[in-house]
Nanobody, 115 residues
Framework: QVQLVESGGGLVQAGGSLRLSCAAS????????MDWYRQAPGNQRELVAR???????YYADSVKGRCTISRDNAKNTVTLQVNSLKPEDTAVYYC?????????WGQGTQVTVSS
């Protein structure tokens, strides 16, 4: 079993920045890719950013240029830096880990951006 613990959410003014972190622990043999998703009220959960084991990244168009995802393979952590926050970035942000055999979700962390 793998546990994911997220941190770093909160209330921030538009134009500000946040750094979200997720630490994976438990029975981890290897992690394929680590993602951040978000879900706003009334919306489907959407992929925000992904980083694979080799370091390649993907960003949703809505955050491209404002987000940086990074990971520490030795510590099994993934971080999402979000700059120039907009009110439409308000959502619950979830960490997601794919070990190649099983997938895991974090409990979510609320990000609220005030205008």
């Amino acid at each position: 079993q793998v546990q994911l613990v997220e941190s770093g959410g909160g209330l921030v003014q538009a134009g500000g920045s946040l750094r979200l972190s997720c630490a994976a622990s438990g029975s981890i043999s290897s992690i394929d890719h680590m993602d951040w998703y978000r879900q706003a009220p009334g919306n489907q959960r959407e992929l925000v950013a992904r980083i694979v084991r080799g370091g390649s990244t993907y960003y949703a168009d809505s955050v491209k240029g404002r987000c940086t995802i990074s990971r520490d393979n030795a510590k099994n952590t993934v971080t999402l830096q979000v700059n120039s926050l907009k009110p439409e970035d308000t959502a619950v942000y979830y960490c997601y880990v794919d070990t190649g055999g099983r997938t895991y979700w974090g409990q979510g962390t609320q990000v609220t951006v005030s205008s």
